[in-house]
């Protein structure tokens, strides 16, 4: 069942199900795959020790925010359907607001998938295409969203980035292909964080786009939030 959480919250849910998956497991170093570096939310675990690699689409906003990560100790920028991820090489995933901004988006979640260890955990969270502000996101011209971009969110936000929202970027769609692929999700939360709900004006328009949907498309949140964990059995498909 889904429920309603701040962000502080979800910190805590994603170190939280991080520390129960090494708990009982021999000392050894955590790998973690970054999937979407422009959001710089490091993951906080005491006394784990992490190599965090990032991945991302070659965007100019997602490149200066690259330069400024310190969290990282390498990184690559290109097509994610074929930049190198060699398989079971990462035992954590981040995949931070990347599906709903990427073509192929299945493509490229699989490929990811390749690369995360039998027993990983995928951390995701992405905009739902299903709300209201992801209604507004995807129907808002390019044009217009760069021309409202610096005034609708706080300074130093990386974007506009692009909006693509295939049918992955939704409940349904992820719950449809993780039975598709033999994964489990574990957690399944909703949150409120769309940089655009920082003005009043972006809170206004979400409401009224809720409101002239007859509240189909949600302004209640905008993120969803989840942790996916991949099969240790070899009748997984993806291993």
């Known amino acids: 069942m889904s429920e309603v959480r701040s962000v502080a919250q979800r910190g805590d849910l994603f170190g939280q199900r991080v520390r129960e998956h090494v708990a009982g ?5 955590l790998d973690v795959l970054v999937a979407g570096c422009a959001h710089d939310e490091p993951l906080v675990l005491e006394h784990i020790d992490t190599r965090v690699t990032g991945a991302d689409e070659d965007h100019p906003a ?15 920028l290109g097509d994610l359907r074929s930049v190198p991820l060699p398989p079971r090489s990462f ?3 981040q995949l931070s607001f990347l599906l709903e901004r990427v073509r192929h988006a299945e493509l ?8 995360l260890r039998p027993g990983g955990l995928v951390l ?26 610096r005034g609708l969110v706080r300074p130093g936000t990386p974007g506009p980035l692009p909006a693509v929202y295939e049918p992955l970027a939704s409940s349904d ?46 302004a209640s949140h905008d993120e969803i939030t989840m942790v996916i964990r991949k099969p240790q059995h070899h009748f997984a498909r993806l291993l």
């Open 173 to 218: 769609g992820m719950h449809a292909f993780c039975l598709s692929r033999g994964l489990m999700i574990t957690d399944d939360e909703r949150d409120l964080s769309g940089p655009a709900r920082s003005r009043r004006i972006g809170a206004a328009a979400v409401a009224l786009a809720s409101k002239l949907t007859s509240g189909y498309f949600p």
């Open 62 to 76: 997602i490149r200066r925010v690259l330069e400024e990560r310190a969290d990282l100790v390498a990184w690559q």
């Open 108 to 115: 490229v979640f699989d490929r990811l998938l390749q690369s």
């Open 91 to 93: 035992d954590i995933i």
């Open 124 to 149: 995701l969270r992405m905009r739902d295409r299903r709300s209201a502000y992801g209604l507004l996101d995807r129907l808002t011209p390019g044009p217009l969203r760069r021309l409202l971009w």
């Open 25 to 29: 497991q021999p000392m050894r170093r």
